[in-house]
Each structure stands twice: as C-alpha cells, then as structure tokens.
C-alpha cells in the first residue's frame, strides 16, 4: 500500500513533461494489472484495482493545472504536440482530412484572391478614400447625343475643364481616355521592330492627382498638355523591366509614336497599372492634346463628344451631397451650350441630366462591373463545397472518437474533466484544420492561375497576383480557424462524454447502434448540398450548349483575323484608299488565299458603332443602327450570304453615288412586310440627310458583337466611300471614320502560318504597318463565350468534387455502420439470413438517408437558388425537369456505389468470428 501511494506522489511531483508521464502512467497501470492477474485475480478486477490505484493523479494535474495559469502556454504547446504525434499515428485519417479541407479551404481562398483583386482592392495611390469619380458606371469609348435615362459617365474635354474651372472642392480634378487604345512604338536609333503596345491619353495633373511619385525621370506636369506643347510620354514600370530590363537611359530617349518623335520623361511608379483594372494595361501614357497629332482624331475639342472619365482628390471636410448638386448644376451647364441639348428636341432631355459622385479609390471600375455577379456566385459555390468538405471532416472526428472511446474513458476514470479532454480534442481538430488551411494555400495559389488562365485567356499583362496577399493570408487562416472550432466542438464534446466504466472492460464489444443520429444528418446535409451544385452545374452546361449551338450565320472554316491600325502608321484619310487595293493585291498573291476582306471591324469582336437612322419619306419611323465599313470581298469571307440586290464592287468607289447594303433585321424594322428596298434611300434622321445612302443589297442577319444581341439592325458602307453628312462637313483628312482596323483572310486550307505571312506582308508594305491582334475566326467567336465557358467549368468542377466528397462521407458512416453492427449481423447470419438479406438491410440504410438530402432539402433548395442564376444563363426560366433528373439520378448511383461497397462486405461476414469478443 505505502508503495503504492509513494509512486502516486512521484507523478504528482515529478517535473517531467504530461507526454512523459502519460507513458509513464499508462506502463504502470498495465504493470500493476499484470502484477494483480499473477496472483491469480481475474483480469477485470485486476484492471479496476489498478485504476483506483492511480484514480487520483489526472485530477490533481487538472486541479494543478486551473490553480496555475501561467502555465496555459506551456500546456497549449503541450497540447498541439499530443495533437501532432495523434495525428502522425493515424497517417489515413491525418491525410484524408487535410486533403478533403484543403481543397474546401483552397477553393475558397482561390476565389476570394479574384475577389480581393477585382471587387475589393484600391489602386495603389495616395490617400484612395479621398478621391471621387464623376459617374458611376463604364461607359465606352465615344458617345455623342441624348442619353436616357440621363445618368452620365462619359464627358467632352470641354466639360472637364469646365469642371476644373468652377468646382473649387477638388484638390486635383484629373480626366482620363475612356476606351484603352494602341499605338505603334519603337525606340529610335535601335534595331526594334515597330510594334503595337497599350496606351491612355490622361491629362496633366493625372499621375497628380493620385500622389504618385516617378520611378526615374519626372511624371506629367500641366505644361506637357497644352497644344503645340513637345510630344512625351511616360512608360510603365512593367513595360520598363520586361521590354527594357530596367535600363536608366529608356528616360529621355526618343521613341516613335504612330510614326512621331515622342520623348520618354519617366518611368511610372512600380506597382501602377493604370486607373482601372484591365488585362491590358497601357504600356504608355500620352498626353490628351497629343490625340490629334498622334492619332489624327479631331473629337478631342468637339463639345458634343463624349469620351473621358474623370477623377478628382475632394479636399478635406467637403459634404459630398452639396457637391453632388454643384456638379450637376454644372454638368448641365456645359450641356446645355452644345447643339445636341440646344435643339429643340434636346431641351426636354436637358432637366434629366444627372452624374453620380461615386468612390474612386479603385478606379474606374470596368472589370468589377463585368465580373461581379460572376465572383459572387462562385464565392457561394466554394462556400458550399467547403460547407461538405467539413461535414466529411465532422463525420471522421465524429468516427475517430468512436474508435478512442476507451483512451477516454480511461482518461476520465483517472480523474481527467469533461472542459479538459473536450479542450485536447478541439485542439487536435484545430491543429488539423490549421495544417489544412496551409495545405490549401497552394491549392490556392494553383487554383488561382487556373482561373486567371480561364478568364483571361492569352492575357500577358492582368495586374492580379496569384501568389496569396495578405489579405488572402489572413482569409485562410480565419477559414481554417472557424472551420476547426465550428466542426470540430461537437464530435470532441460528444467523444469526451465517456464512461468510466469502460475503462474497467476488458475488451471493447461491437454494438448494434449504428451511425449516430449527428452522423447520418450530416450525411443528409452533403446530399443535398451535392444535389444542389449538381442541378447548377447541369443548368450552366445546357445554356452554354444553348449560346454554342446558336446559328451566327457565318463560317468560320479556314478563316483568319488580322488587326492592324493604319492611321497609327502615319496614313492619313485621303491614302488609305491606295493602302487597301495595295493589301488586296499583295495578300491575294499568296498562294493559298482566297478572299481579303477589309472592314472597320469584325463581327465577334467586342466592337460597335452607331447611330440615328431614317428612311426617306418616312419621317415619323427612326431608330437606331449599327454601321461598318467593309471591301468588296468582306461579305465572303465572313461567309455573310446575300439575300436581294448586289454586295458592294469595284464600281462602288470615293467619286460613286453613295451606296449600302443592309440586313434582313434592317428591312424588318423600316419596310413594311413584301416591300422591296432595293433602290429606297435612307440617312441620318432630318430632312437634309435621310436620303444620303442608296439600298442596294439584303443580307442575311449574321452576328456582331453578341450572339444573343436580337433584332441587330444594321448596314453597311464601301469601305474607302464618305459619308455625305461627313464631306458636307469638311475636307476628307479630318474623316476618320475612313480607318480600317481588320483583315479577313480566307485560305483555301487550313494554314499554320497565316500569322507570319501577314506580319512579313504588311511589314513589307511599310514597316511601320505592324499586326496589332492576330486571331483565327473560330478563337474570335470562342472569345465571345469566355466567361460563359469560365463559370460553366467551374461550377462542373465545384460539383464533381462535392458529389465526390458527399459518396466518400457516405462510404465512411455505412463501413462504419457495418463495423458497429458486426455482432449483430453475424447473429442474423447464425439465424439464417441471406447475404443479399443483409445487402438490402445495409443499402436500405444507406439510400434512405441519401433519399431524405434529395428529397425533404436538395431538391426545393435547388428549385429555389436556380431562380437567382436565371439573369446569368440563356434562355432559362426556372429549373429544368431534364437537368434535375439527371442530376437525381448521378446522386443516386453515387451513393448505391458508395453503399454497395460496405454492404458486400456486410454479406461476407463469417457468423463465427463475428461472435467472438475478448
């Protein structure tokens, strides 16, 4: 007995750490059993005797442990290292879990790494919070007439100076280029190639305005925009190091723009890509009084021209409300000067007028626009899939501690508290959960340039990091915290509840209870999450086989795209009608080419131009087109069939009666059913220009711009004719709507190198004619579909992983179920019970909980969430009863196939040996 009791005091003195005497106190409990059992005591009183013998020295380390809390470091650390060894025991469950959460964890930092990117990051500027935007929406690229209703976003230069002038609020009042362009460029005196690269034209004060300081060289001053003021630009750091390798001389050397002489003053600052995110950041910012000598565009002073965003840095203690109604007083002002609100038509429009002061710290927000509702939805699909992922991980806690239920019960019987055990556990599900989430950092980092690759691709230049920020750090690890608290208290708080007297058992006894009731929920819940993503997925792939399947009416085969920009080459209006019979003739000299086509712009591309139209003799019928200039071979090469009349010739030349030939949705809308256009004439509305252009020609309705863009009416024009209302204007060096900016090729085979033929071709012409954008047809028209095709992936992917992860989480409770009923399937076996009777009792089970997730939540969630994805897919209303079936159904043979397995197993059970027990 004193021995006894002198070895309890020596645990309760000793300065060994608990791993230490853990083991210590497990070997003597044993050796004690084995000393009682030699004497001849039956084992299960030995077991007990030994316990009381040691009862008391866990409790007094608990009691030790609450009377000291200085300690709780030392015990926290003690604690993750109990977890780190448990977990290095049972290396399966260990590396299923990590890899089940991180996917969960790494899908969802994947998608908040876009989020945080597009939606919530600020530019890289001084002082964001403090800037202001005049309009709230990404309007492009020039606009002129009477919006409505009058929200406008879009200003003439004359507006922005004005508002520079009369609104004293601003600190700096900066504008911007509203459409990114591209320039030709080459550095003087060096053997580089012209080349085409990104550019804005932003005024004086811009890089001002946002507080920005140069990498070298000096930034824009307002001296440098003023008219006759010497050409310079300033270079992107991006551009500088991947085209320059940082060198020093770049600045103040002498590069040539669109054919100018234009001097680079510096380097922007590293970091800065602009005002707006864009997968094409400019590669050079000029000036705005330089788009007339560098571009030849004469709307930079035309009051009735629209075409730049403006921000400004309000000074501090402005109310933002009262400045809202000066802008408006003098936003209306400046409108009402111009011909457009002067008119008697435009005087009405005039009170509607409004702009919105909107935040500017992220700029100017074309992107979030494009992908908000896109980001938004596939945070709540990652945000599911985690949501199953830790059900999985609940349910294998939840098994896991089945399987530890005598370690506990032995714990407790030794004087371990319920808060004690409950808090080692809870620190094993958060160790787990913590080597999860840094598991899913690199899932993260991969998923993110996978997504990067989907909704850019061939982009080079998108500012967003794959490489997780700290913002995406600290969303991981809240992840990974919250998911090991939330999913990880309920399976420890049921483990510890163990009996003490366990502990005095011999041995441990199958039981016939089966999964328990938390387990068999969660395994409903991943059901129906499963089912969910299933139907969203099979919804998003029946409207992208919808919008693939739609007839455009034109032939892609062996057709080939080249951008090129020929004003940017130094030709002016009156010489690009000896520039385009000069490409005829040189590219049809090829061997192998067809057909050239030359045209404002290409069908796919995101491109329009528009404008007011009026048949002759119809004043009350006016509506709006959109118009392109195109060759007289355009036509085929687009593979756009005539259906009345002729297509344009070589007769329809710059001296010839104006001509156009229009499309079938034309006709519909202005011609009454049977009429025959043919020879009727049609303009601008007004008497003076509603008959400038003779119909000669019906084609059919092809797509432009949109696949879905309906009822696209629209006409076209010989590509080197004026228009009337433009000559009555001024001389033709002032029209540049005469600019072609694409080549269509169509080859009478599939052609490798089409490309560079079409670079050595222009090249050859004049060298500074380079190939801005180079496509084939087919690429074009997938272009279209990009973030169709984006969310449509991921969604299958998101569901292929929760259905995957819902039949893992239902294999695992039905073996689990199965092992807790050994005993009593080897007694109905012993009574006579067929293997398929046994089958069918384990499937029955097993389909019944994966009925209950379809039926009673997966299916009415589905039929509810579908209706808020409706805006995003293509001809849908409401869910399809053929998508949900099929989605139904994969569930269902998932989960016969998950429970099949254990049930087979169930049926090979032999009744002897599933009688036996210690």
Same mark, same amino acid.
């Given at each position: 007995?004193?021995?006894?009791?002198?070895?309890?005091?020596?645990? $309760?003195?000793?300065?060994?750490?608990?791993?230490?005497?853990?083991?210590?106190?497990?070997?003597?409990?044993?050796?004690?059993?084995?000393?009682?059992?030699?004497?001849?005591?039956?084992?299960?009183?030995?077991?007990?005797?030994?316990?009381?013998?040691?009862?008391?020295?866990?409790?007094?380390?608990?009691?030790?442990?609450?009377?000291?809390?200085?300690?709780?470091?030392?015990?926290?650390?003690?604690?993750?290292?109990?977890?780190?060894?448990?977990?290095?025991?049972?290396?399966?469950?260990?590396?299923?879990?990590?890899?089940?959460?991180?996917?969960?964890?790494?899908?969802?930092?994947?998608?908040?790494?876009?989020?945080?990117?597009?939606?919530?990051?600020?530019?890289? /500027?001084?002082?964001?919070?403090?800037?202001?935007?005049?309009?709230?929406?990404?309007?492009?690229?020039?606009?002129?007439?009477?919006?409505?209703?009058?929200?406008?976003?879009?200003?003439?230069?004359?507006?922005?100076?004005?508002?520079?002038?009369?609104?004293?609020?601003?600190?700096?009042?900066?504008?911007?280029?509203?459409?990114?362009?591209?320039?030709?460029?080459?550095?003087?005196? #060096?053997?580089?190639?012209?080349?085409?690269?990104?550019?804005?034209?932003?005024?004086?004060?811009?890089?001002?305005?946002?507080?920005?300081?140069?990498? !070298?060289?000096?930034?824009?001053?307002?001296?440098?925009?003023?008219?006759?003021?010497?050409?310079?630009?300033?270079?992107?750091?991006?551009?500088?190091?991947?085209?320059?390798?940082?060198?020093?001389?770049?600045?103040?050397?002498?590069?040539?723009?669109?054919?100018?002489?234009?001097?680079?003053?510096?380097?922007?600052?590293?970091?800065?890509?602009?005002?707006?995110?864009?997968?094409?950041?400019?590669?050079?910012?000029?000036?705005?009084?330089?788009?007339?000598?560098?571009?030849?565009?004469?709307?930079?002073?035309?009051?009735?021209?629209?075409?730049?965003?403006?921000?400004?840095?309000?000074?501090?203690?402005?109310?933002?409300?009262?400045?809202?109604?000066?802008?408006?007083?003098?936003?209306?002002?400046?409108?009402?000067?111009?011909?457009?609100?002067?008119?008697?038509?435009?005087?009405?429009?005039?009170?509607?007028?409004?702009?919105?002061?909107?935040?500017?710290?992220?700029?100017?927000?074309?992107?979030?626009?494009?992908?908000?509702?896109?980001?938004?939805?596939?945070?709540?699909?990652?945000?599911?899939?985690?949501?199953?992922?830790?059900?999985? !991980?609940?349910?294998?806690?939840?098994?896991?501690?089945?399987?530890?239920?005598?370690?506990?019960?032995? @714990?407790?019987?030794?004087?371990?508290?319920?808060?004690?055990?409950?808090?080692?556990?809870?620190?094993?599900?958060?160790? $787990?959960?913590?080597?999860?989430?840094?598991?899913?950092?690199?899932?993260?980092?991969?998923?993110?340039?996978?997504?990067?690759?989907?909704?850019?691709?061939?982009?080079?230049?998108?500012?967003?990091?794959?490489?997780?920020?700290?913002?995406?750090?600290?969303?991981?690890?809240?992840?990974?915290?919250?998911?090991?608290?939330?999913?990880?208290?309920?399976?420890?708080?049921?483990?510890?509840?163990?009996?003490?007297?366990? %502990?005095?058992?011999?041995?441990?006894?199958? #039981?016939?209870?089966?999964?328990?009731?938390?387990?068999?929920?969660?395994?409903?819940?991943?059901?129906?999450?499963?089912?969910?993503?299933?139907?969203?997925?099979?919804?998003?792939?029946?409207?992208?086989?919808?919008?693939?399947?739609?007839?455009?009416?034109?032939?892609?085969?062996?057709?080939?795209?080249?951008?090129?920009?020929?004003?940017?080459?130094?030709?002016?209006?009156?010489?690009?009608?000896?520039?385009?019979?000069?490409?005829?003739?040189?590219?049809?000299? !090829?061997?192998?080419?067809?057909?050239?086509?030359?045209?404002?712009?290409?069908?796919?591309?995101?491109?329009?131009?528009?404008?007011?139209?009026?048949?002759?003799?119809?004043?009350?019928?006016?509506?709006?087109?959109?118009?392109?200039?195109?060759?007289?071979?355009?036509?085929?090469?687009?593979?756009?069939?005539?259906?009345?009349? @002729?297509?344009?010739?070589?007769?329809?030349?710059?001296?010839?009666?104006?001509?156009?030939?229009?499309?079938?949705?034309?006709?519909?809308?202005?011609?009454?059913?049977?009429?025959?256009?043919?020879?009727?004439?049609?303009?601008?509305?007004?008497?003076?220009?509603?008959?400038?252009?003779?119909?000669?020609?019906?084609?059919?309705?092809?797509?432009?711009?949109?696949? #879905?863009?309906?009822?696209?009416?629209?006409?076209?024009?010989?590509?080197?004719?004026?228009?009337?209302?433009?000559?009555?204007?001024?001389?033709?060096?002032?029209?540049?709507?005469?600019?072609?900016?694409?080549?269509?090729?169509?080859?009478?085979?599939?052609?490798?190198? /089409?490309?560079?033929?079409?670079?050595?071709?222009? %090249?050859?012409?004049?060298?500074? $004619?380079?190939?801005?954008?180079?496509?084939?047809?087919?690429?074009?028209?997938?272009?279209?579909?990009?973030?169709?095709?984006?969310?449509?992936?991921?969604?299958?992917?998101?569901?292929?992983?929760?259905?995957?992860?819902?039949?893992?989480?239902?294999?695992?409770?039905?073996?689990?179920?199965?092992?807790?009923?050994?005993?009593?399937?080897?007694?109905?076996? %012993?009574?006579?019970?067929?293997?398929?009777?046994?089958?069918?009792? !384990?499937?029955?089970?097993?389909?019944?909980?994966?009925?209950?997730?379809?039926? %009673?939540?997966?299916?009415?969630?589905?039929?509810?969430?579908?209706?808020?994805?409706?805006?995003? $897919?293509?001809?849908?209303?409401?869910?399809?009863?053929?998508?949900?079936?099929?989605?139904?159904?994969?569930?269902?043979?998932?989960?016969?196939?998950?429970?099949?397995?254990?049930?087979?197993?169930?049926?090979?059970?032999?009744?002897?040996?599933?009688?036996? #027990?210690?």
């Amino acid at each position: 007995m004193l021995k006894e009791w002198l070895t309890r005091l020596r645990f $309760l003195i000793s300065p060994k750490p608990h791993r230490e005497i853990d083991d210590e106190l497990q070997f003597h409990i044993e050796r004690q059993v084995q000393e009682y059992v030699a004497t001849g005591m039956p084992q299960h009183e030995a077991r007990r005797k030994a316990v009381v013998a040691f009862g008391g020295i866990e409790s007094a380390r608990a009691q030790t442990h609450e009377q000291r809390p200085s300690i709780f470091l030392g015990t926290l650390l003690q604690d993750v290292s109990y977890a780190l060894r448990q977990l290095r025991k049972s290396r399966g469950f260990t590396v299923t879990a990590v890899l089940t959460l991180a996917l969960g964890i790494g899908a969802n930092a994947a998608i908040f790494t876009l989020v945080n990117a597009i939606l919530l990051k600020n530019l890289p /500027v001084v002082d964001p919070a403090n800037l202001i935007r005049i309009g709230d929406n990404s309007e492009c690229c020039v606009d002129s007439g009477i919006q409505d209703p009058g929200d406008y976003a879009l200003f003439s230069t004359d507006t922005w100076q004005q508002l520079q002038k009369n609104a004293p609020e601003f600190e700096e009042l900066a504008a911007m280029q509203s459409g990114l362009g591209t320039v030709i460029a080459r550095r003087d005196k #060096t053997q580089e190639a012209a080349r085409s690269v990104a550019s804005e034209f932003v005024s004086g004060n811009y890089f001002r305005t946002f507080g920005l300081q140069p990498r !070298i060289g000096r930034l824009f001053t307002d001296a440098d925009n003023v008219i006759g003021a010497p050409l310079v630009a300033v270079m992107s750091y991006n551009t500088w190091q991947n085209n320059y390798a940082g060198d020093p001389s770049v600045v103040g050397s002498i590069f040539w723009i669109n054919t100018k002489a234009v001097i680079i003053t510096g380097i922007a600052p590293k970091g800065f890509f602009g005002d707006r995110l864009s997968s094409s950041p400019p590669d050079f910012y000029l000036p705005i009084e330089t788009v007339p000598v560098l571009t030849n565009r004469t709307f930079v002073h035309e009051p009735e021209q629209r075409w730049l965003y403006i921000i400004g840095r309000v000074k501090p203690g402005v109310a933002i409300a009262p400045l809202r109604a000066k802008i408006n007083e003098l936003v209306r002002q400046s409108f009402a000067a111009t011909t457009t609100f002067s008119s008697e038509l435009g005087k009405p429009y005039l009170a509607k007028v409004s702009v919105t002061l909107s935040p500017g710290g992220a700029g100017i927000q074309e992107m979030q626009d494009d992908y908000a509702s896109k980001l938004k939805l596939l945070m709540w699909i990652s945000g599911l899939v985690l949501l199953i992922a830790c059900a999985n !991980i609940a349910n294998l806690l939840l098994v896991r501690g089945m399987n530890r239920h005598e370690e506990m019960s032995i @714990r407790t019987a030794l004087g371990a508290m319920r808060t004690r055990i409950v808090r080692q556990l809870l620190t094993e599900s958060l160790v $787990l959960s913590m080597i999860s989430g840094m598991a899913g950092l690199i899932v993260a980092y991969a998923g993110t340039r996978m997504l990067l690759a989907m909704a850019f691709p061939g982009a080079q230049g998108v500012p967003i990091d794959a490489r997780p920020s700290g913002m995406v750090l600290a969303f991981a690890f809240g992840v990974s915290l919250l998911t090991g608290i939330l999913f990880g208290v309920v399976p420890a708080w049921i483990t510890s509840n163990a009996d003490p007297a366990d %502990a005095l058992r011999s041995g441990s006894r199958a #039981t016939t209870s089966g999964a328990s009731l938390l387990q068999r929920s969660l395994i409903v819940l991943q059901s129906a999450l499963a089912l969910v993503l299933l139907v969203g997925a099979g919804m998003f792939i029946q409207s992208l086989n919808k919008l693939r399947n739609i007839d455009l009416k034109l032939n892609a085969t062996n057709r080939y795209i080249v951008h090129f920009n020929p004003q940017a080459a130094g030709y002016s209006p009156a010489q690009v009608e000896a520039l385009y019979r000069t490409i005829e003739d040189r590219f049809h000299a !090829i061997p192998g080419i067809r057909k050239v086509g030359i045209s404002s712009y290409t069908p796919m591309e995101a491109n329009n131009m528009g404008r007011g139209v009026q048949i002759q003799g119809q004043p009350d019928l006016q509506d709006g087109a959109s118009w392109l200039r195109t060759s007289s071979e355009y036509f085929d090469s687009v593979g756009t069939h005539i259906l009345m009349g @002729r297509v344009f010739t070589a007769r329809d030349t710059s001296t010839s009666p104006s001509v156009a030939v229009v499309n079938q949705s034309f006709v519909n809308r202005f011609f009454k059913l049977g009429e025959n256009p043919i020879g009727r004439h049609f303009g601008s509305p007004g008497p003076q220009t509603s008959g400038d252009f003779e119909i000669i020609g019906v084609v059919e309705d092809t797509a432009y711009n949109s696949a #879905t863009w309906k009822d696209h009416h629209m006409y076209f024009l010989p590509l080197t004719q004026r228009d009337p209302k433009s000559a009555r204007k001024g001389p033709i060096d002032g029209d540049t709507s005469l600019y072609a900016e694409a080549i269509v090729l169509q080859t009478d085979r599939p052609m490798d190198n /089409v490309q560079s033929l079409a670079r050595q071709t222009l %090249a050859a012409i004049n060298p500074n $004619l380079s190939v801005v954008k180079f496509q084939t047809f087919d690429e074009q028209i997938a272009d279209r579909f990009t973030e169709d095709r984006m969310i449509t992936r991921l969604m299958t992917l998101f569901s292929i992983v929760a259905l995957l992860l819902a039949t893992l989480g239902l294999y695992g409770v039905t073996a689990y179920t199965v092992t807790r009923r050994t005993s009593e399937i080897g007694i109905r076996m %012993a009574l006579g019970a067929s293997r398929g009777s046994v089958v069918g009792m !384990i499937m029955r089970g097993a389909m019944l909980q994966t009925a209950i997730g379809l039926a %009673a939540i997966g299916i009415p969630v589905a039929w509810f969430c579908v209706r808020y994805i409706e805006s995003q $897919l293509y001809e849908s209303k409401g869910i399809s009863l053929a998508v949900l079936t099929i989605a139904t159904l994969t569930l269902t043979a998932a989960a016969t196939a998950a429970g099949l397995i254990p049930a087979r197993r169930a049926a090979s059970t032999n009744p002897s040996q599933a009688l036996r #027990t210690e």
